[in-house]
């Protein structure tokens, strides 16, 4: 089946810096969405992407969907400590397919 | 009103209890779903109702039973689970225009099988 390789796993980072991860797939997809999620909540939609090339921001937030289809990236400039969290990229191929979701990567910003 | 709203927020329950949890959204998205996330998971999606339509079931185990009473509300009714099913329940919901592409999820109850 479809399966997302989403890297890094983890994140240690001073509070100022740029953060970058990234999400690729096996797969063509014809959507990527990125998440943040807080423990114990449920997940926060952050940036959602439809087409090969695109680039969105939302805030300090930026991410683009590959040209390939197969991959996608998240950008977070100047972090703050609330930053803090799991950010999860989630794709679908396909007009009926589910959302496949990448492991996770864990952000962690020190004051 | 532009969330999906989960009740309760936390459920401990036995292995002979029968429980429900509760989702609802007025955003007039026309299909549901719930997932299920361990700690340190992504998601892991159980059932989908479209248009109060099962469409898809994860080959979830029959203890736990969906129900679409109508189109802002969806129910998880569980019965006899074991402790390995404790984990934080997902609703999500998704608007018609989207095609189901994006997806809201509600803040989840935790819940903890004794």
């Known amino acids: 089946g479809q399966q997302l390789n989403q890297s890094p796993q983890s994140m240690f980072i001073q509070e100022g810096e740029d953060v970058s991860m990234n999400c690729t797939s096996s797969s063509i997809f014809n959507t990527w969405l990125w998440y943040k999620q807080d423990p114990g909540e449920g997940p926060v939609l952050l940036i959602a992407l439809y087409k090969a090339g695109e680039l969105t921001s939302n805030g300090r937030l930026t991410a683009q969907f590959g040209i390939t289809r197969k991959d996608s990236f998240l950008n977070i400039s100047a972090s703050i400590p609330s930053d803090v969290g799991i950010y999860f990229c989630a794709g679908r191929g396909g007009s009926q397919g589910n959302l496949i979701f990448g492991k996770g990567t864990k952000l962690s910003v020190k004051p | 009103d532009t969330e999906v709203t989960q009740t309760p927020k936390h459920l401990v329950m036995g292995m002979t209890n029968k429980k429900s949890l509760k989702c609802e959204q007025h955003?007039?998205?026309?299909?549901m779903y719930w997932y299920k996330q361990k700690a340190k998971k992504p998601p892991e999606l159980m059932f989908v109702?479209?248009?109060?339509?099962?469409?898809i079931n994860e080959s979830v185990p029959s203890r736990f039973s969906p129900e679409c009473p109508n189109s802002s509300l969806l129910n998880l009714h569980l019965h006899a689970l074991q402790p390995e099913d404790s984990a934080l329940y997902l609703c999500?919901?998704?608007?018609?225009?989207?095609?189901?592409?994006?997806?809201?999820f509600g803040p989840g109850t935790r819940l903890t099988v004794l």
């Open positions: 109702y479209s248009y109060e339509k099962l469409s």
């Open positions: 999500a919901s998704s608007p018609p225009r989207a095609g189901g592409r994006e997806q809201f």
């Open positions: 955003m007039g998205h026309r299909a």
